[in-house]
C-alpha cells in the first residue's frame, strides 16, 4: 500500500499539472500595426518595436503637426482610408474617436481589431492613454519610463515658478479661436505659470473670439504656434491684423510649437520644458 507521503506527492503533481494546463496563456503582441491618428503614430514610435510598425497615418511625417516627423519617415506612412490598411494586412489598427467612421466601420466589418483613442485632454488622460497603448503593444515598462519622464518634466516646471504674479495669456489660433481652460494647453500653461486668459473670454473649452474684445479686454500676452506674424495662408490673416500686431509684438508673443501639443503623450515633456523656458523669458522682462 503506498504510504501517505507518496499519495500526497502525486496529488500534489497533478495539481500543478491541471492548473499548467488551464491557465490563461499570455497573449502574443501584436506584429502588425498599422495606424490611421497622429497622436497613434507617436505613440506607436515611442512604445513599439520598429518592426511591429507595419504603417503609420499619412500625417506622420507632417513636420508642422507630428513630434516624430523625423522619424516617421523611418517606416511605411500612407494609412488612411481602409482600402491602404487592407493592404498591410494589420493584427492591430489604432485609430481616432474621430477617425472617419466610415473608415472604422468597413475596416470592423472586415474582422481588424480596431483600437480607438481619444483625444487626451489632460496630462492624466494622455498618461492613461500611453499605458494603454503601452500594453497593447507588449511594452508596458516602456509606457511607464515615459510617464516618469513626463513626472520628471512637470516636477521641473513647479520648481522653476516663482512667486511674482502670473502673467496672463490667451491661445489666439487661426480665425480667431481662443483655447479655453478645460484643455491640455491649458494644463501645460498653468503647470509653468502663465495664467490662460482664454477661460475667461472664450468659456469652457474655447470658442471663437472677436478681434474687438481681444483687443479691449488684452491678456498679457499672446500664445502663438509660429513666430511669424505675416500670415502663411487665410486661416492665419487675422493673427497679421495691424492692431493685434501693435498690441502684441514678438516680445509680447509666447511661442508654443504646434507640434508639442497637437497630441500630447511623447511630447509632453518637451513642451513642459518648452513652455517652462518660455515662462522664464516673459517673467524675466516683467
Known sequence: MPSFVVV????????????AE????????????????LCADELLIALADPDQIASLSVYATDPKLSYFATQAAAFRHDAGEAETVVEREPDLVLAGRYTKR???????????????LDPARSIDESIV?????????????????LVAEIDA??????????GD???????YQRRGYVTGGDTLTGELMTAVGIANAGGDLAGG???FVRLERLISEPPDYLLVTTPAIAPGDQGEALLAHPALAELFPPDRRILLPERLT???GPSLPAALDWLSQEARRVMDER
Open 8 to 19: 500526497l506527492g502525486l496529488l500534489i503533481a497533478s495539481i500543478v499539472v491541471v492548473a
Open 102 to 116: 466610415a473608415t472604422r466601420d468597413m475596416l470592423t466589418a472586415l474582422g481588424y481589431p480596431v483600437e480607438l
Open 262 to 264: 497637437v497630441c500630447g
Open 165 to 171: 504674479a502670473m502673467p496672463t495669456a490667451a491661445v
Open 153 to 162: 518634466a512637470r516636477t521641473r516646471a513647479s520648481d522653476a515658478l516663482t
Open 205 to 207: 473649452r474655447g470658442g
Open 129 to 145: 492613454q500611453i499605458r494603454q497603448v503601452a500594453s497593447l503593444v507588449g511594452h508596458p515598462e516602456r509606457g511607464e519610463a
Open 22 to 37: 488551464t491557465a490563461p496563456v499570455a497573449e502574443e503582441p501584436p506584429r502588425r500595426i498599422v495606424s490611421i491618428n
